[in-house]
T-cell receptor
Framework: DTEVTQTPKHLVMGMTNKKSLKCEQHMGHRAMYWYKQKAKKPPELMFVYSYEKLSINESVPSRFSPECPNSSLLNLHLHALQPEDSALYLC??????????????FGSGTQLSVL | RKEVEQDPGPFNVPEGATVAFNCTYSNSASQSFFWYRQDCRKEPKLLMSVYSSGNEDGRFTAQLNRASQYISLLIRDSKLSDSATYLCVVNDGPRSGGATPLVFGKGTRLSVIA
């Protein structure tokens, strides 16, 4: 079982809805990540928070808004999404500062469908 | 754009077979290398890290050739439960604050057949 917990597991939303994805870890990790994965494609990095500060934004559209309320929690706020945003959204965490040994641990993901 | 290339497969092999996957990466400054396994509609899970001297974990052996920017995974005595997509993953080095995002290959599909 993963130690990174994501909710909800499934989400269906309309293009005018506002929703949020949530992620939580209690491993004491200080870096947290959002990845997006389309079917039969590899995960693609969206955002990275390191020590609760946004350190990487991979040119993600503003309809996706990340938030890191504390070192254990990571949210992804969704607004005015498009059908092509339908995908599996994966949260991950890592210890941060381990350099060469840094490993990511993934949550089970939220399968998002935008109608 | 930094890239990780893999043969997408699928590789269909009988139980007990030995199968090898290869991967190349474009960024010569890459420092860390991993193989992740992903089952259908599940999250990626770390299978093993890949070290310069090569390393083994049970039936799995990983090799790294930095000069050729090439990584391999060998699976011996394949089991039905090995059926999955195997993702070659490269870390481009620590970014600000110590975060180290990973770059994923497209994955190689393996089906082990009884």
């Amino acid at each position: 079982d993963t130690e990174v917990t994501q909710t909800p597991k499934h989400l269906v939303m309309g293009m005018t809805n506002k929703k949020s994805l949530k992620c939580e870890q209690h491993m004491g990790h200080r870096a947290m990540y959002w990845y997006k994965q389309k079917a039969k494609k590899p995960p693609e990095l969206m955002f990275v928070y390191s020590y609760e500060k946004l350190s990487i934004n991979e040119s993600v559209p503003s309809r996706f808004s990340p938030e890191c309320p504390n070192s254990s929690l990571l949210n992804l706020h969704l607004h005015a999404l498009q059908p092509e945003d339908s995908a599996l959204y994966l949260c991950a965490s890592s210890q941060a500062g381990q350099g060469l040994n840094e490993k990511l641990f993934f949550g089970s993901g939220t399968q998002l469908s935008v109608l | 754009r930094k890239e990780v290339e893999q043969d997408p497969g699928p590789f269909n092999v009988p139980e007990g077979a030995t199968v090898a996957f290869n991967c190349t990466y474009s960024n010569s400054a890459s420092q860390s290398f991993f193989w992740y396994r992903q089952d259908c509609r599940k999250e990626p899970k770390l299978l093993m890290s890949v070290y310069s001297s090569g390393n083994e974990d049970g039936r799995f052996t990983a090799q790294l050739n930095r000069a050729s920017q090439y990584i391999s995974l060998l699976i011996r005595d394949s089991k039905l439960s090995d059926s999955a997509t195997y993702l070659c993953v490269v870390n481009d080095g620590p970014r600000s604050g110590g975060a180290t995002p990973l770059v994923f290959g497209k994955g190689t599909r393996l089906s082990v057949i009884a």
